[in-house]
T-cell receptor
Framework: SQQGEEDPQALSIQEGENATMNCSYK?????LQWYRQNSGRGLVHLIL?????REKHSGRLRVTLDTSKKSSSLLITASRAADTASYFC????????????FGRGTSLIVHP | DAGVIQSPRHEVTEMGQEVTLRCKPI?????LFWYRQTMMRGLELLIY????????DSGMPEDRFSAKMPNASFSTLKIQPSEPRDSAVYFC????????????FGQGTRLTVV
């Protein structure tokens, strides 16, 4: 069963707007990762945040982690049409194996 | 490195036939994962290898599914006999557990069982 669940399931915005996706999970984690999947392609790793970190940035991406609420958010600023894709969060369990467990993803459409 | 390489990219087979999916992980990675992706169930882990040894196969649906990793550069996922409900996209991913646990995905094999 999925460890993480993304919200919303689908998001439609205009180019230039910010996109925020959320992920909730159930058990204690070692780290949380965000991936992107373009249609018909494999998943591509975007960013990893460790359980002792609260915020991380990479280019136009900003990830936050709140372990007390067991939740994370991914913010894409100044979105572009090329950001259109599905976005997944994946967690690795604390004290467990290194297996990333994925949610169902958020489908993002950015209109030019 | 060319990344994780999966073959074939597409497979159409008749119910009851044997299907073999292949994966070449990134050189130097010590972890290999097989995932299955469907609209209904999302991305499910089937099996996880570490240093060529199966560590967690609890996600393998039933005895019709088997996976092997004879060496560090090759893995197979076999379905015998195949059924229409096995239709999905199957992904292989590799990673380095000594590093960040990031998984590098192949392009996937789209399997259609008719």
């Amino acid at each position: 069963s999925q460890q993480g669940e993304e919200d919303p399931q689908a998001l439609s915005i205009q180019e230039g707007e910010n996109a925020t996706m959320n992920c909730s999970y159930k058990t204690s984690i070692n780290n949380l990762q965000w991936y992107r999947q373009n249609s018909g392609r494999g998943l591509v790793h975007l960013i990893l945040i460790r359980s002792n970190e609260r915020e991380k940035h990479s280019g136009r991406l900003r990830v936050t982690l709140d372990t007390s609420k067991k939740s994370s958010s991914l913010l894409i600023t100044a979105s572009r049409a090329a950001d259109t894709a599905s976005y997944f969060c994946a967690t690795t369990r604390a004290g467990g194996s290194y297996i990333p467990t994925f949610g169902r993803g958020t489908s993002l459409i950015v209109h030019p | 490195d060319a990344g994780v390489i999966q073959s074939p990219r597409h497979e159409v087979t008749e119910m009851g036939q044997e299907v073999t999916l292949r994966c070449k992980p990134i050189s130097g990675h010590n972890s290999l994962f097989w995932y299955r992706q469907t609209m209904m169930r999302g991305l499910e882990l089937l099996i996880y290898f570490n240093n060529n040894v199966p560590i967690d196969d609890s996600g393998m649906p039933e005895d019709r599914f088997s996976a092997k990793m004879p060496n560090a550069s090759f893995s197979t996922l076999k379905i015998q006999p195949s059924e229409p409900r096995d239709s999905a996209v199957y992904f292989c991913a590799s990673g380095d557990t000594g590093g960040s646990t990031e998984a590098f995905f192949g392009q996937g094999t789209r399997l259609t069982v008719v």
